[in-house]
């Protein structure tokens, strides 16, 4: 029951977007496979049964002409139709299934991307939906088919000789249980090597995959773990196919061979011939048309057969897109705009705590307040919280606990855009995208009147330099990915372009969550002093491992194992002699080593 709920809940798409071309497609679909019969069947008996029964010839043009206009014209709607219609709603229904999961993916609250099992299961399949939708409608297509196919095949043998009918129908009936099991055995194995698949596979993307190329020939003997590895599973897979082969090759020998060869084309053509010699009960034309008949109607029964694994492997992808689109944003928004957005407001974080779903706290009882056109430095050792600090303070998550507020109001009562917007926000593993250079500097639409936007940005960023020393523009493409002649950039070249995006328009609050990770200390050093500099009328919150940038902040903010522990100046926390003052000396004894 729960397979064809799932398979009506993907086809209220087509029926949404392109019913009268789905109606259509379905339609033609099934009298273009019945023409195949026409042909094979009806075409044959008539001709023969006119030559046997000595018609006039004027009588077998008529027929022949009927019979040819109908195919013939068939054809041309359906050829016509699918070249020309079904082609453009295809695209159109494809289009509007995409833009549905973009905008539901957009408003899923970052934490679910957090979720492997959430992503691993949802939006991998989301990103295939498309192809699904089309998937179930060809198999309901085809289910639609064999069931006229059925009713035609088992019509015509009623009307020639209703016991030849009842033996080729229940020789497939017994058929098709047998397949039945078999489907059921072969899904035994296919989920049995699946989990072997899937390793295979993702030995084939280290060999193949560009992430893995430098490490694999830098340490060549890593291969020999991976050959290992790949022999194990295949033998792994090997003993699956020997646990299943010996029954899947018992029902396919008595369907094939018993069923199919003795039952279906030796005693059933025995029977007709019987009838047609002996008896002179059946027309010439009933030998003639039987094997097309019984192979027919077995391979309709075979098909429909096989349709059902299809469904169930559809399931398995249908009910994680309903779990993706059944996701909601715990996110709180209400309709107020944000007063006068380049003015800095503060921030305070209340008694604030987070944990991911129901895992251990983050974040432990933070309270904070940030003051406009402050400074501030959170520091601390890897997994201490200072990035999930940072998504607390942009709301890309919502506080398990506690508030947080902008110049005194919970920030659940602006709206997502205003409030986003708020924000000029560098993140440590930002991304390029394969659009424009201009693109990936406004994160908008670019045209004519943004160019000078666009390269006071890079020149400030240093990122102007770069273009002209590849004979570049802000027009060309970035990576490879779509067009040969894509930009690519070094790790430093890609920040700077990422940094670019600060100096597009005016924010009230700047966050560097480390941009300038890949950077040089002297460089990181001056591109902080530029970012910092370059907002002298905003609030700066900015994460370091580098001590050394800590010194321009107002305030810095030690976090460990979740929760602030040391709160001061550079001199303050320096004089307190604490975890912050050793981390500092720390770093400060290493570059004097070096």
Same mark, same amino acid.
């Given at each position: 029951?729960?397979?064809?709920?799932?398979?009506?809940?993907?086809?209220?798409?087509?029926?949404?977007?392109?019913?009268?071309?789905?109606?259509?497609?379905?339609?033609?679909?099934?009298?273009?496979?019945?023409?195949?019969?026409?042909?094979?069947?009806?075409?044959?008996?008539?001709?023969?049964?006119?030559?046997?029964?000595? #018609?006039?010839?004027?009588?077998?043009?008529?027929?022949?002409?009927?019979?040819?206009?109908?195919?013939?014209?068939?054809?041309?709607?359906?050829?016509?139709?699918?070249?020309?219609?079904?082609?453009?709603?295809?695209?159109?229904?494809?289009?509007?299934?995409?833009?549905?999961?973009?905008?539901?993916?957009?408003? !899923?609250?970052?934490?679910?991307?957090?979720?492997?099992?959430?992503?691993?299961?949802?939006?991998?399949?989301?990103?295939?939906?498309?192809?699904?939708?089309?998937?179930?409608?060809?198999?309901?297509?085809?289910?639609?088919?064999?069931?006229?196919?059925?009713?035609?095949?088992? %019509?015509?043998?009623?009307?020639?000789?209703?016991?030849?009918?009842?033996?080729? !129908?229940?020789?497939?009936?017994?058929?098709?249980?047998?397949?039945?099991?078999?489907?059921?055995?072969?899904?035994?194995?296919?989920?049995?090597?699946?989990?072997?698949?899937?390793?295979?596979?993702?030995?084939?993307?280290?060999?193949?995959?560009?992430?893995?190329?430098?490490?694999?020939?830098?340490?060549?003997?890593?291969?020999?773990?991976?050959?290992?590895?790949?022999?194990?599973?295949?033998? #792994?897979?090997?003993?699956?196919?020997?646990?299943?082969?010996?029954? !899947?090759?018992?029902?396919? +020998?008595?369907?094939?061979? +018993?069923?199919?060869?003795?039952?279906?084309?030796?005693?059933?053509?025995?029977?007709?011939?019987?009838?047609?010699?002996?008896?002179?009960? +059946?027309?010439?034309?009933?030998?003639?048309?039987?094997?097309?008949?019984?192979?027919?109607?077995?391979?309709?029964?075979?098909?429909?057969?096989?349709?059902?694994?299809?469904?169930?492997?559809?399931?398995?992808?249908?009910?994680?897109?309903?779990?993706?689109?059944?996701?909601?944003?715990?996110?709180?928004y209400q309709a107020s705009n944000i007063d006068n957005q380049n003015d800095s407001k503060s921030i305070e974080l209340k008694n604030v705590s987070f944990a991911y779903d129901d895992d251990e706290l983050v974040l432990k009882n933070i309270n904070l307040c940030i003051r406009p056109n402050e400074r501030i430095a959170i520091v601390g050792s890897n997994g201490a919280g200072k990035s999930t600090l940072i998504k607390l303070i942009t709301k890309l998550y919502e506080p398990t606990e506690g508030n947080v507020l902008l110049g005194g109001n919970d920030v659940s009562c602006y709206k997502k855009e205003d409030y986003c917007a708020y924000f000029k926000t560098l993140f440590?593993?930002?991304?390029?995208?394969?659009?424009?250079? %201009? #693109?990936?500097? +406004?994160?908008?639409?670019?045209?004519?009147?943004?160019?000078?936007?666009?390269?006071?940005?890079?020149?400030?960023?240093?990122?102007?330099?770069?273009? #002209?020393?590849?004979?570049?523009?802000?027009?060309?493409?970035?990576?490879?990915?779509?067009?040969?002649?894509?930009?690519?950039?070094?790790?430093?070249?890609?920040?700077?372009?990422?940094?670019?995006?600060?100096?597009?328009?005016?924010? %009230?609050?700047?966050?560097?969550?480390?941009?300038?990770?890949?950077?040089?200390?002297?460089?990181?050093?001056?591109?902080?002093?530029?970012?910092?500099?370059?907002?002298?009328?905003?609030?700066?919150?900015?994460?370091?491992?580098?001590?050394?940038?800590?010194?321009?902040?107002?305030?810095?903010?030690? !976090?460990?194992?979740?929760?602030?522990?040391?709160?001061?100046?550079?001199?303050?926390?320096?004089?307190?002699?604490?975890?912050?003052?050793?981390?500092?000396?720390?770093?400060?004894?290493?570059?004097?080593?070096?």
């Amino acid at each position: 029951m729960k397979i064809i709920k799932n398979a009506l809940f993907m086809l209220k798409y087509p029926k949404r977007f392109i019913p009268v071309q789905t109606f259509m497609y379905v339609l033609l679909e099934v009298l273009q496979d019945l023409n195949g019969i026409l042909l094979e069947v009806m075409l044959v008996k008539v001709i023969m049964d006119a030559v046997q029964y000595n #018609e006039p010839f004027q009588n077998i043009l008529f027929k022949l002409f009927i019979f040819a206009s109908y195919f013939v014209l068939i054809q041309f709607v359906y050829n016509l139709f699918m070249s020309i219609v079904w082609e453009k709603a295809v695209i159109k229904l494809n289009h509007n299934i995409q833009l549905i999961f973009n905008k539901q993916a957009q408003q !899923l609250d970052v934490c679910e991307y957090d979720n492997v099992e959430f992503y691993d299961a949802s939006i991998k399949s989301v990103s295939v939906c498309g192809a699904k939708v089309m998937d179930v409608l060809s198999s309901v297509t085809n289910l639609f088919r064999m069931l006229a196919r059925l009713i035609f095949v088992v %019509a015509f043998l009623s009307f020639i000789n209703i016991y030849v009918m009842i033996l080729i !129908l229940g020789s497939c009936i017994i058929s098709l249980f047998i397949n039945r099991k078999t489907n059921k055995i072969s899904y035994d194995q296919y989920i049995e090597n699946m989990k072997y698949d899937k390793r295979l596979g993702y030995i084939g993307r280290i060999f193949s995959g560009i992430d893995f190329v430098k490490d694999i020939r830098m340490f060549s003997n890593f291969k020999n773990v991976l050959f290992a590895e790949h022999l194990s599973l295949n033998k #792994e897979k090997k003993s699956i196919t020997n646990k299943y082969w010996k029954i !899947l090759y018992t029902c396919n +020998l008595v369907v094939e061979y +018993l069923l199919g060869s003795f039952v279906l084309r030796g005693v059933v053509i025995l029977f007709v011939a019987y009838q047609i010699i002996i008896l002179k009960s +059946l027309p010439y034309s009933a030998f003639a048309i039987i094997i097309p008949s019984i192979l027919d109607l077995n391979d309709s029964m075979t098909n429909l057969v096989n349709i059902i694994p299809r469904f169930i492997e559809y399931n398995y992808h249908i009910e994680n897109i309903k779990t993706f689109l059944s996701k909601r944003s715990r996110m709180k928004y209400q309709a107020s705009n944000i007063d006068n957005q380049n003015d800095s407001k503060s921030i305070e974080l209340k008694n604030v705590s987070f944990a991911y779903d129901d895992d251990e706290l983050v974040l432990k009882n933070i309270n904070l307040c940030i003051r406009p056109n402050e400074r501030i430095a959170i520091v601390g050792s890897n997994g201490a919280g200072k990035s999930t600090l940072i998504k607390l303070i942009t709301k890309l998550y919502e506080p398990t606990e506690g508030n947080v507020l902008l110049g005194g109001n919970d920030v659940s009562c602006y709206k997502k855009e205003d409030y986003c917007a708020y924000f000029k926000t560098l993140f440590q593993d930002f991304r390029l995208f394969a659009f424009s250079v %201009a #693109e990936n500097v +406004l994160m908008d639409v670019a045209d004519k009147n943004d160019v000078d936007i666009v390269n006071n940005a890079i020149k400030q960023s240093g990122f102007k330099e770069v273009l #002209e020393n590849t004979e570049k523009d802000i027009n060309s493409v970035m990576t490879k990915m779509f067009d040969k002649e894509g930009l690519i950039l070094s790790g430093g070249e890609t920040q700077k372009l990422a940094i670019s995006r600060v100096f597009t328009k005016e924010n %009230a609050i700047l966050i560097l969550d480390e941009p300038s990770s890949s950077l040089d200390p002297i460089s990181e050093y001056k591109m902080n002093d530029l970012l910092i500099n370059s907002c002298p009328n905003c609030t700066v919150i900015f994460i370091s491992h580098r001590l050394s940038t800590t010194r321009r902040a107002d305030r810095i903010i030690m !976090l460990h194992d979740g929760e602030i522990i040391e709160e001061g100046s550079h001199d303050e926390l320096m004089e307190l002699n604490g975890n912050y003052a050793e981390m500092f000396n720390l770093q400060a004894q290493n570059y004097r080593d070096n």
